[in-house]
């Protein structure tokens, strides 16, 4: 699986960003997704998941209510809409897929990442 995030930039707090993530290679209906995010000088911190069924998904504490994570088998999309964006947000965003069982807020689950994408929030 090749993953290509978009969608980064600069916002104001308070304000909000879609990041998108493209998916290709094998049949990506199969593979858990995930976004996690590291800002400089920080560790890899996991933000959001959602299984390949699409029904379950799970966010980081720091997120939860501000941010929603979706995908399109249909269009091999994952997207994460981050709303009330907060200064502390701000990092390089990376989306992940896992094919195979794994705890889904675990970087480890996950064999495939994308290049990442910057978000930059400005008080």
């Known amino acids: 699986v090749q993953l290509q995030a978009s969608g980064g930039g600069l916002v104001q707090a308070g304000g909000s960003l879609r990041l998108s993530c493209a998916a290709s290679?094998?049949?990506?209906?199969?593979?858990?997704m995930a976004w996690f995010r590291q800002a400089p000088g920080e560790e890899r911190e996991f933000v959001a998941a959602i299984r390949w069924t699409g029904g379950y998904t799970y966010y980081g504490d720091s997120v939860k209510g501000r941010f929603t994570i979706s995908r399109s088998n249909a269009e091999n999309m994952v997207y994460l809409q981050m709303n009330s964006l907060k200064p502390e947000d701000t990092a390089v965003y990376y989306c992940a897929a896992a094919d195979g069982a794994g705890i889904p807020t675990m970087g480890r689950t996950y064999g495939y990442w994308g290049q990442g994408t910057l978000v930059t929030v400005s008080s």
């Open positions: 290679g094998r049949t990506f209906s199969n593979y858990a």
